[in-house]
């Protein structure tokens, strides 16, 4: 245990934090029996496999997908909310705040899944997130109406959910079109007929496409539920989430030698400016509300500084009370997001840009970390939601996309651009839209196949 005996939460911390940790799990259960559907579709449509094994086999892969993810979408996901408000998230309006946006996720996913429509569970996550965050800034008395989101990160998520449907359309009507050139066997591009399989070899390869999706799926949006999580452990219970508590003396004591020499450098570009209020000038900054300026330079010089000294002489996190616990935390995502944008923005030299990147990526691996047990709870989730209440939007993407019944060619197409769209997006650290892609992707080969 990480928590001195002050920091222990009270009853009612314990039963709200078991509800929001419940719903959070409860929508990638959901998530699980709305969007992995997808992924079954092609091969239970092409009659490769029956229903039963079909969403057993997904489900196992995307539980592997979960455990093997990186967590850069999770993080994702947490970062289109402001530092201050997720370290927040524990006082009674950040309760409100995860119930609220985790209910009205799970509302939306199940009306849309008892209509039978393909809606994107990612779409629904990250627009209740921003509602939430909205919803803040204009309670709050201290701060302006849209402060409540990081404008800057909801850009890249936004272009991530605007773009990659576009190229699951395109690109899975041209993967059809050269298969068609390419490949000559009639049978590839054929309806099944009644419920005979189709020959092996194109069964082998719709399996392994399903399996694709299944495992790029889990990998893309187990990740989505995991940074819920990790937003509800980091607010409710700082003492023992918001750092990670194994890290070694030699990581402490590297961090701040390489604060204390980069501390100067960053004075130095701010012209002798002050750095009054470093946190809000950091935030604004980050939030896009703010033009980079000298005194944004200094805020950082100040907060790299308070954190070479803070872990001067520490040979632990352990020795530290939660509030610092808290304010470390708070520091540590300040100083790396600013330095990530200051580099995009090409504000650094080549040596200063190295030493600045290498030191932002230093505090991140304090902040950016997933318990294990998080992943397992994540993936047993979203597994068993795999297996459930698949069929509504099966019968959807199989039969009403299109005029005509899914051809073989056609569902391999679209799980080949689904899987490959989801794993670059895994990469990149973006959330996409796994429902959004393949539907594209399927409604794409019909197009291209002349099926409406």
């Not at 928590?3 to 078991?18: G, H």
């Not at 449509?45 to 079909?54: D, S």
Request: charged share 15%.
């Amino acid at each position: 245990m990480y928590l001195l005996a002050s920091d222990v939460p009270s009853v009612l911390t314990i039963v709200f934090l078991v509800l929001a940790v419940g719903l959070a799990l409860s929508f990638e259960f959901v998530n699980g029996f709305h969007d992995t559907a997808n992924a079954v579709a092609t091969v239970i449509y092409t009659n490769t496999l029956k229903p039963t094994i079909a969403v057993v086999w997904s489900g196992i892969w995307n539980l592997i997908g979960v455990l093997s993810s990186s967590g850069a979408v999770a993080f994702g996901i947490v970062a289109l909310l402001p530092v201050e408000l997720v370290i927040n998230v524990g006082s009674v309006a950040g309760f409100a705040m995860v119930f609220a946006l985790l209910l009205s996720a799970i509302i939306w996913n199940l009306g849309t899944w008892y209509l039978g429509l393909p809606a994107s569970s990612s779409h629904t996550l990250i627009g209740s997130i921003l509602g939430v965050g909205l919803a803040n800034s204009l309670m709050s008395h201290a701060h302006t109406f849209g402060e409540g989101v990081n404008w800057m990160k909801a850009k890249d998520v936004g272009l991530a959910l605007l773009i990659s449907p576009i190229v699951g359309f395109c690109a899975a009507a041209l993967l059809l079109l050269l298969a068609k050139a390419v490949i000559k066997h009639p049978e590839l591009y054929k309806a099944p007929k009644g419920d005979e399989p189709p020959p092996w070899w194109i069964r082998g390869v719709l399996m392994l496409t399903c399996t694709g999706v299944s495992y790029a799926h889990g990998s893309n949006d187990g990740q989505k539920g995991m940074g819920l999580i990790v937003l509800i452990l980091v607010g409710i219970l700082p003492g023992m989430y918001a750092l990670q508590m194994n890290t070694s003396v030699e990581t402490i004591k590297q961090i701040s030698i390489t604060a204390s020499a980069l501390a100067p450098a960053y004075a130095q570009k701010a012209n002798g400016a002050s750095a009054e209020e470093a946190d809000k000038t950091l935030s604004k900054y980050l939030k896009g509300s703010r033009p980079l300026s000298d005194s944004v330079y200094a805020a950082l010089a100040q907060k790299t500084t308070e954190i070479s000294t803070e872990l001067q002489s520490m040979n632990s996190f352990k020795d530290l009370n939660e509030p610092q616990r808290r304010s470390l935390r708070t520091d540590c995502v300040l100083v790396s997001d600013t330095i990530k944008r200051l580099q995009k923005a090409g504000q650094f030299d080549a040596a200063l840009e190295k030493s600045s990147l290498g030191f932002s990526n230093s505090l991140k691996s304090l902040t950016e970390y997933i318990p294990d047990w998080v992943k397992y709870a994540v993936a047993l989730a979203l597994g068993l939601g795999t297996m459930i209440g698949w069929k509504r939007i099966v019968v959807t993407v199989g039969e009403k996309i299109g005029k005509q019944h899914l051809t073989y060619a056609q569902g391999a197409s679209a799980e080949m651009v689904a899987m490959a769209t989801i794993l670059i997006a895994d990469h990149f650290g973006l959330p996409v839209s796994t429902t959004h892609v393949l539907s594209s992707g399927v409604a794409g080969t019909m197009v291209a196949n002349h099926g409406g």
